[in-house]
């Protein structure tokens, strides 16, 4: 018997009411499937968040300079006088509209959580050990660095809500078929120049640690995320991670 076309829309059977469609980009993204959300990507992606937050911290006690694309922020707030949250969200809008043209496809609106999830992340690392780091600048900086790589390629591996900056760098490395460490590296020298042009480099946003950053960061990720694709709990999505990590 022919279904009725309410159920043909839905995509249910007559025997069975079994949702049938291709999920919506919002369901992919957001890792539901069948009425049901994969717990274990959600796993990975909070954890590995966890872990890059409690790096920042460290990075800060050291005083060796900001990340080139936090540098990027900040030269833009000093120069135009908008809050580093403005600018947070304003990068993140054109980095989706340019990752949708690069892909031609819709781009994920949901990276905008990121961002929200990364403010509260720091803050809550700040709170608890900011005041409580007496380490050396050079030791902080190292411990700091190796967390906040670590913590990166974990919520990478899940597929989920990268961060605007990691969002703009997979992107890159999806368009032109790069490995994740030349990836991040073109987007931490798009926000180094961003601080030179906008003068950041005159208040101190510019350290030897933001160099260092701009050329060790991106291999450490990847070599993060290809000692994690050996373990079979962090493979979520083998294919892609696969391309990205070779």
């Keep these: 018997m022919k279904r009725p076309l309410w159920m043909q829309k839905l995509g249910f059977r007559l025997q069975e009411w079994n949702y049938q469609r291709k999920r919506p980009i919002w369901m992919q993204k957001l ?21 890059f937050t409690a790096g920042i911290p460290f990075l800060t006690n050291s005083k060796m ?43 994920n609106v949901f990276t905008m959580v990121s ?22 600048p050079i030791v902080s900086y190292v411990l700091g660095t190796l967390i906040n790589a670590f913590g990166i ?3 990478l591996m899940a597929d989920a809500l990268p961060t605007s900056a990691d969002y703009a760098m997979l992107t890159f490395c999806k368009r032109f078929k790069l490995k994740v460490m030349w990836g991040r590296i073109v987007v931490d020298c798009i926000g180094l120049l961003i601080c030179l042009a906008t003068g950041g480099y ?4 510019i350290g030897l640690g933001t160099v260092i950053s701009l050329f060790i960061m991106g291999p450490l990720i990847q070599f993060f995320m290809n000692l994690l694709a050996k373990v079979h709990f962090f493979v979520v999505h083998q294919e892609e991670q696969e391309t990205m990590a070779h």
Excluded at 70 to 89: I, R
Excluded at 119 to 129: C, E, N, T
Excluded at 202 to 205: A, I, S, V
């Design 31 to 51: 890792g539901l499937e069948l009425g049901q959300i994969n717990m274990k990507k959600w796993l990975i992606y909070f954890t590995g968040f966890v872990i």
């Design 65 to 107: 300079g900001l990340s080139p694309w936090d540098s990027g922020l900040l030269g833009l707030n000093y120069f135009t006088g908008l809050p580093v949250t403005v600018w947070s969200n304003i990068l993140a809008v054109v980095v989706l509209v340019l990752a949708g043209l690069m892909l031609k496809k819709f781009p």
């Design 115 to 136: 961002s929200f999830l990364c403010g509260v992340g720091i803050d809550a690392w700040v709170w608890l050990i900011g005041d409580k780091i007496t380490l050396p």
């Design 153 to 155: 390629a974990v919520y």
């Design 202 to 205: 005159r208040h101190n946003l």
